[in-house]
């Protein structure tokens, strides 16, 4: 079954630095590659996906990138803020499979201090 | 309605106690999923149904048993747990087929569950 590996595990950074978070994924069927933010006590929120079709894709401060030749995309987090701070999860799915199975990563704490 | 939404918001059962988790959408997704969430971890799949019909069991213990009555409407019946079972249970649903941008998984806020 598909596999994923996050890092780092918490990654702490001042207000208007970047972040980057990185996975690798062992599944070469995977084809659908989306990050959760995760905010205490709430439920898990699609902040950006990308497919396997497109190597970059951004929005606002966010951008992502996937690398399929060595099965690995990462997060970008541009100009932080407060707000940012929470848990990001990465995972990995193929579409079209039975389900559409999402495999998370481990996650990644960010804490944006001011 | 884009909302998927989860009752009751927290849940405390004894060992012998059976109780019911729900979850319902009414976005017109007909793949509906459970997670397990134990703190500081992702989510973990528990179970898959497609167009009302279950298609993924992730080896879950049969104290744990889901139901999709309706295609709005997801169960968990839970029976004979144990304290490690104390978790987070997260719904998700999403439109199938999957095409274009319809990939992603809508959560709700999730149960929040003690087993005493």
């Known amino acids: 079954g598909e596999n994923v590996e996050q890092h780092p595990s918490t990654l702490s950074v001042q207000e208007g630095d970047s972040a980057v978070i990185k996975c690798t994924y062992s599944?070469?069927?995977?084809?659908?590659f989306p990050w959760y933010k995760q905010e205490l006590g709430k439920r898990p929120q699609l902040i950006i996906d990308?497919?396997?079709?497109?190597g970059e894709k951004k929005d606002q401060r966010i951008a992502v990138t996937l690398n399929k030749t060595a099965k690995h995309f990462s997060l970008h987090i541009t100009e932080t803020q407060p707000e940012d701070s929470a848990v990001y999860f990465c995972a990995a799915s193929s579409i079209g499979a039975a389900g559409n199975k999402l495999t998370f990563g481990g996650g990644t704490r960010v804490l944006v201090k001011p | 309605d884009t909302e998927v939404t989860q009752t009751p918001k927290h849940l405390v059962m004894g060992m012998t106690n059976k109780k019911s988790l729900k979850c319902e959408q009414h976005m017109g997704h007909r793949a509906m999923y459970w997670y397990k969430q134990k703190a500081k971890k992702p989510p973990e799949l528990m179970f898959v149904y497609s167009y009302e019909k279950l298609s993924i069991n992730e080896s879950v213990p049969s104290r744990f048993s889901p139901e999709c009555p309706n295609s709005s409407l997801l169960n968990l019946h839970l029976h004979a747990l144990q304290p490690e079972d104390s978790a987070l249970y997260l719904c998700?649903?999403?439109?199938?087929?999957?095409?274009?941008?319809?990939?992603?998984?809508?959560f709700g806020p999730g149960t929040r569950l003690t087993v005493l």
């Open positions: 990308i497919r396997s079709n497109v």
């Open positions: 599944d070469s069927a995977s084809n659908y």
């Open positions: 998700a649903s999403r439109q199938v087929p999957s095409s274009g941008r319809y990939n992603e998984q809508f």
